[in-house]
T-cell receptor
């Protein structure tokens, strides 16, 4: 079966750095997305990785290792507005997005 | 550029009734995806339409169905509503079947009483 694993919840302090991990086992791989979802709102796109390595975009970076079936989202200089759920999704061989259950990130002052 | 729109915003139905949810994708997007998100849970994939055809469906019973119109807008129909169908139904669109990013609409909150 296809499986995406993420921690259920994480807590971090304002101004700090946090890394949210995602491991996957899917039938084929055509890329990995990270989305942010604030409570009661729709998910919004953060990043897309298809090749191994680190993609940096401002305070957010995303890393991919296809051989390990592993990705992480790195958030720097945390702000209170970063409190949200972070969803990892993998594109399988049928171009279907397989979604993780999401990681709820709580930022404390 | 207008984003993905969904209607209605809220929908209240009773058990056994039918619900119809609508979605208009971003102009130029040919793929439409439907997801169910129960309170506090992750996204559950329902249906994927591209160029008017159903490309894939998730692990949901046949009473969940839909279609995509020639203008790429889409409808999700849920027949014989059950209490556990209460959830946020999200529609997303993308440029096509390649792994383009999906843009989400605001969702329809369906409550079954």
């Amino acid at each position: 079966g296809q499986n995406i694993d993420q921690p259920t919840e994480m807590t971090a302090t304002e101004g700090a750095i946090v890394q949210i991990n995602c491991t996957y086992q899917t039938s084929g791989f055509n890329g990995l997305f990270w989305y942010q979802q604030h409570a009661g709102e729709a998910p919004t796109f953060l990043s897309y990785n298809v090749l191994d390595g680190l993609e940096e975009k401002g305070r957010f970076s995303s890393f991919l290792s296809r051989s390990k079936g592993y990705s992480y989202l790195l958030l720097k200089e945390l702000q209170m507005k970063d409190s949200a759920s972070y969803l990892c999704a993998v594109v399988d061989s049928n171009y279907q997005l397989i979604w993780g259950a999401g990681t709820k990130l709580i930022i404390k002052p | 550029e207008a984003g993905v729109t969904q209607s209605p915003t809220h929908l209240i139905k009773t058990r056994g009734q039918q619900a119809t949810l609508r979605c208009s994708p971003i102009s130029g997007h040919t793929s439409v995806y439907w997801y169910q998100q129960a309170l506090g849970l992750g996204l559950q994939f329902l249906l994927w339409y591209d160029e008017g055809e159903e490309r894939n469906r998730g692990n949901f019973p046949p009473r969940f169905s839909g279609r995509q119109f020639p203008n790429y807008s889409s409808e999700l129909n849920v027949n014989a509503l059950e209490l556990e169908d209460s959830a946020l139904y999200l529609c997303a669109s993308s440029l096509g079947r390649e792994p383009y990013e999906q843009y989400f609409g605001p969702g329809t909150r369906l409550t079954v009483t």
